[in-house]
């Protein structure tokens, strides 16, 4: 039986050599990619949102800016899905666009594919549960007025969109979360009409129905129940002016300029 010549002998620098065949890495490559003009406009909002992959990010909150961006061009002849893939790799920078360069290439069918494997690296389950408890355990800061408590509150909600939980029970944390005197205030303008430190079903409808409504209704409660402030608070009031919703140098209630819509608002509000 013949014998086999070896294998020639390698130094340990010839296996960083290029042996031939070299396919240089092209990025992310999809099934079937598409091509088209990107706009400036779109361009620019991708690159002013890029997302980098650090611990401070939020990639929900990327992947809403992401679809701002998409809504700003419609190619003819391109899917929705099509569209997606091809812009979302240039709104990714640093290790964010190494980690999609690094996907094998031809393995990515359609943007909910590619969107389930972003989310998968960048907001595993324990990244969720730690978003939805700065939900369910919000609390007003000692110094947080009543609108920035609540703006905070709607960026945590938006952090995790998959919370999972309803108006009712959102409004719930939210209320349950404030200061006492702040609930104390909320009671009392929701008319006292339930027990102590509940919201009327109604109420809590309407300040969930959208943003605004929800900014002009709590400052409608406010003005409703400090109209008649107490002798002692009128004093205090003389040192130290301060808004419990908006947290300004005005009486609480005070937010918006006679004969606005919101102050015509707040009238209304007053005579029901």
Same mark, same amino acid.
């Given at each position: 039986? =013949? ?145 920035? =408590? ?25 209320? %349950? ?39 002009? %209704? ?15 608070? %009128? ?15 005005? =009486? ?21």
């Amino acid at each position: 039986m =013949a014998e086999v010549d070896p294998p020639p002998r390698r130094t340990l620098g010839d296996y960083g050599q290029a042996t031939g065949g070299h396919n240089p890495n092209l990025g992310f490559q999809p099934v079937n990619p598409v091509s088209f003009d990107i706009k400036n406009t779109v361009l620019s909002a991708l690159k002013e949102n890029q997302f980098a992959g650090s611990e401070s990010e939020c990639p929900n909150i990327h992947l809403g800016r992401f679809y701002e961006a998409c809504g700003y061009t419609d190619p003819p002849g391109v899917t929705e899905s099509n569209k997606k893939l091809r812009l979302f790799p240039l709104s990714l920078t640093d290790r964010a666009k190494d980690w999609i360069d690094t996907l094998p290439p031809n393995t990515i069918t359609s943007w909910d594919e590619l969107e389930l494997k972003f989310c998968e690296r960048y907001f595993p389950i324990h990244k969720f549960l730690e978003r939805r408890n700065d939900i369910t355990n919000f609390e007003q800061g000692d110094s947080e007025s009543l609108y920035d =408590a609540w703006e905070r509150f709607k960026l945590c909600s938006k952090k995790c969109p998959t919370h999972g939980l309803d108006n009712h029970a959102q409004m719930q944390h939210f209320t %349950q979360g404030l200061r006492a005197q702040t609930r104390m205030l909320l009671d009392a303008s929701a008319g006292a009409k339930k027990k102590a430190g509940m919201l009327e079903l109604d109420t809590q409808t309407a300040l969930l129905a959208q943003s605004q409504l929800m900014n002009t %209704q709590m400052a409608a409660m406010l003005k409703h129940f400090t109209t008649t402030p107490a002798p002692q608070m %009128q004093a205090n009031a003389v040192h130290d002016v301060r808004c419990a919703f908006c947290g300004k140098g005005h =009486a609480n209630g005070e937010c918006f300029p006679a004969g606005s819509e919101q102050a015509m608002y707040l009238s209304n509000f007053k005579k029901s």
